[in-house]
C-alpha cells in the first residue's frame, strides 16, 4: 500500500489560535502532544528544539505544553531526537514518552522496540510516536546554501521556512523569497535517496501538509494507541476535521508523492545493489 | 510439536517423532495415562539449557535475572538449567538442547578451551551470549602481562574456534531481548530468531562500524539510533552523524546492531505493531 497500513485519514487542524500562530501546517504534532501531556497519556515528549545556532534544531526533553509549543515548526535539518529517548527516560525520569520522529527516526525506535539487543528498559515506556512526512532532509550547509547563497539573505533574517508547492519557502519579516525545489536537489544527505517511506509508515500517527489545504494537515492514523489518543483529542475539542472527500489538493496528491519516493529511490536501490553496495532494504 | 524437535528440524537435525503424536487412548482409558502422557510432552517441551561462564563480567546473566517478573515462572516451568555454575548443582556438563556462552575465549587457559568444545560437542545450539563472547567486546583490548595471570593474553569471540547458532550481542543483552529471545525459543519462532542467526557471523563491533559501514557506504540519515543505544555513551551526534569516542568505546557492536540501516526486520515490526 502506497501510504502504508492505516485505520483512518482525515485532514484536520488545531484549534488553538496560539497552536495556529506559530505551528508549521495544522499544528497537530504540537496538539497532540501537549494533548497527551495535560491527559497524563504521556510525562513529556522529546521534540526537536531550538538550538544554540538559529534554524539547527536540537532534540529536547518537553515536560510542559509551553516548551512543546515552543518547538513547533518544521525544521529541515538533522535533530538525532532518538539519541534523547533514553536520556528522558533515565535522566528525567520519564516513564510514559512521547516523540515525533522522521520515517528514518521512526525505524530507527521501531527497531529498538522489537529488537532491544542493548537498550534496557526504554521499548514499553514510548507511548506515543508521531510520524512526519519527509521526502529528504539537508544538512545544515545545504540551507545555509539556500538562504545565504540562492536567496542572497543571512539566516538570521529567516522567521519560517516552508517546503511546498514545488518550492522552498523563506519568510521573513517583510517578504517571501523561494526557490524551485530542483534547485535543492543534491543538496540533500544521500542516506534519503534509499529510503522508501515517504509517509511515516510505522508511526502511531501520522502528519503532514501534503493533501490538505494551507493552515491544515493530513492526519493518517495507524495503530490502535495512536488512533485512540488522536479520537481523544478530537473529542476535546483539540482539532477540527474535514473529510479527505471534501479538501483540496486531496489524497491523490499525498499519493502521488508517497508512489514517486517509492519508485525514485527503488532506483537508487537497485543501482546501489548492481554495485554490490549494501543496502538494508 | 516439542521444541526439541522443532530445534532440531530448525538446525536440519535427525528428530524421532516420539511422544508427540501419542496414540488416542481409548474411550473409558483416559485418566491416569493420558495425564501421564501430557505430563511427559510437557516435560520434553522443557529446554535443557546450560550456562557456560566463560571471559566475561556475569553482566549477561545478571541482566537475565533481571527479568524479575517471569523469572520465577521461566526457571520452575519453562526451562531447565541443568549446568552452569551457581545455577546449578552438577559437575559433569549433560547433553544439553541449548548452552548459553557467556564471555571470550582465553587461548592460554586450557580449562576454558575445554569447557567451549564440550559444549560444542554437548549442546544443540550454542548461543554467544552477550557481546564478549560474540564480538570479543571490551575484552578485545587485553594484552597481558597482569597479574594473577600474565600468560593470559588472548581473548577471541566463541565463534572464532566453535560453530555458533545464535548470537545475543549486548554489553549486556538488554533484559528484555533475553526474555523475547526464550519465550520465541519456547515458542519456536524461528522468524523472530533469525537475527540472532543471522548476528553469530558478526564477530567483531566496533563503534567505527558506524563510519565504515553506514556514513561511507551512503546510508547514514542522522537519526540518533546508535547514540541512544551505546551502552558507554560512546557515540554523540555531531552535525548529524555519530562522533565515537574511541576511549569509551568497547567494541560491543551494539550502534551497528541497532542502526536501522544495518539490518531491517520489516515483517516483524509490523506484527510487532498490529500493521
Redesign the interface.
Given at each position: 500500500m502506497v501510504l502504508?497500513?492505516y485505520k483512518e485519514i482525515v485532514s484536520a487542524r488545531a484549534t488553538d489560535k496560539q497552536i495556529q500562530k506559530v505551528s508549521q501546517d495544522g499544528g497537530i504534532v504540537t496538539g497532540l502532544l501537549a494533548f497527551a501531556l495535560e491527559e497524563k497519556i504521556i510525562e513529556g515528549a522529546v521534540v526537536a528544539g531550538p538550538g544554540k545556532e538559529l534554524w539547527k534544531p536540537e532534540?529536547m526533553v518537553a515536560m510542559t505544553a509551553d516548551e512543546i509549543i515552543a518547538a513547533a515548526g518544521t525544521k529541515y535539518?538533522?535533530s538525532?531526537?532518538?539519541?534523547?529517548?533514553?536520556k528522558a527516560v533515565r535522566q528525567y525520569g520519564i516513564e510514559k514518552l512521547g516523540t515525533v520522529?522522521?520515517p528514518?527516526?521512526t525505524?530507527?525506535?521501531?527497531?529498538?522496540?522489537?529488537?532491544?539487543?542493548?537498550?534496557?528498559?526504554l521499548?514499553?515506556k514510548i507511548k506515543l510516536l508521531i510520524g512526519i512526512y519527509c521526502m529528504e532532509?539537508f544538512?545544515?550547509a545545504s540551507l545555509e546554501t539556500f538562504v545565504s547563497e540562492k536567496m542572497g539573505i543571512s539566516t538570521d533574517l529567516v522567521e519560517k521556512m516552508d517546503i511546498g508547492k514545488g518550492k522552498l519557502w523563506v519568510y521573513t519579516q517583510d517578504d517571501v523569497l523561494s526557490i524551485p525545489l530542483k534547485e535543492t536537489h543534491g543538496y540533500e544527505?544521500?542516506?534519503?535517496?534509499?529510503?522508501l517511506d515517504y509517509v511515516a509508515?510505522?508511526g502511531d500517527v501520522s502528519t503532514g501538509s501534503v493533501g490538505s489545504p494551507d493552515g491544515w494537515s493530513t492526519v493518517i492514523t495507524?495503530?490502535?494507541g495512536g488512533d485512540t489518543i488522536f479520537k481523544q483529542a478530537i473529542d476535546a475539542g483539540i482539532f477540527e476535521t474535514k473529510d479527505m472527500a471534501d479538501v483540496k489538493p486531496g489524497l491523490g496528491l499525498l499519493e502521488k508523492l508517497s508512489a514517486q519516493k517509492k519508485e525514485k529511490n527503488q532506483k537508487t536501490i537497485d543501482k546501489r545493489k548492481e554495485m554490490g553496495?549494501?543496502?538494508?532494504? | 510439536m516439542s521444541l526439541i524437535s522443532k530445534i532440531k528440524r530448525f538446525l536440519g537435525i535427525e528428530t524421532k517423532p516420539a511422544n508427540e503424536e501419542a496414540k488416542p487412548a481409548k474411550s473409558g482409558e483416559v485418566g491416569a495415562s493420558e495425564q501421564e502422557v501430557e505430563k511427559v510432552a510437557e516435560e520434553n517441551a522443557k529446554p535443557r539449557i546450560g550456562y557456560i561462564h566463560l571471559s566475561g563480567c556475569t553482566g549477561d546473566v545478571m541482566s537475565l535475572s533481571e527479568n524479575y517478573d517471569i523469572l520465577a515462572e521461566l526457571l520452575t516451568n519453562m526451562v531447565d538449567i541443568v549446568y552452569g555454575q551457581t545455577l546449578a548443582d552438577v559437575w559433569e556438563m549433560p547433553e544439553m538442547d541449548l548452552a548459553l556462552v557467556e564471555g571470550s575465549v582465553c587461548l592460554q587457559d586450557e580449562h576454558s578451551l575445554h569447557e567451549l568444545m564440550e559444549a560444542r560437542e554437548k549442546a544443540n545450539m550454542v548461543c554467544a551470549f552477550g557481546s564478549c563472547a560474540a564480538t570479543g567486546c571490551f575484552t578485545r583490548y587485553s594484552r597481558g602481562g597482569q597479574q594473577a595471570r600474565p600468560d593470559h593474553e588472548s581473548f577471541l569471540p566463541i565463534a572464532d574456534l566453535i560453530k555458533v547458532d545464535c548470537a545475543i550481542p549486548g554489553c549486556p543483552p538488554s533484559p528484555e531481548i533475553i526474555a523475547k529471545t526464550v519465550v520465541a525459543l519456547i515458542n519456536g519462532d524461528m522468524d523472530y530468531l533469525q537475527p540472532m542467526i543471522d548476528l553469530a557471523g558478526m564477530t567483531e563491533g566496533c563503534g567505527c562500524d558506524l563510519q565504515k559501514y553506514v556514513v561511507n557506504q551512503a546510508l547514514c540519515i542522522g537519526c540518533g539510533t546508535c547514540a541512544m543505544s551505546c551502552q558507554t555513551r560512546a557515540v554523540d551526534m555531531t552535525s548529524g552523524r555519530p562522533e565515537v569516542n574511541g576511549d569509551r568505546c568497547v567494541k560491543c557492536g551494539i550502534c551497528y546492531t541497532q542502526c536501522p540501516r544495518s539490518w531491517w526486520p520489516e515483517e516483524q515490526i509490523k506484527k510487532d505493531l498490529g500493521l
Open positions: 502504508g497500513t532534540p535539518t538533522f538525532p531526537n532518538v539519541m534523547m529517548l533514553k520522529a522522521i528514518c527516526q525505524m530507527g525506535i521501531r527497531k529498538m522496540q522489537s529488537y532491544p539487543f542493548g537498550v534496557r528498559f521499548a514499553d532532509n544538512p545544515f544527505q544521500s542516506g534519503c535517496n534509499v529510503c509508515e510505522l495507524r495503530t490502535d553496495l549494501p543496502v538494508p532494504f | -
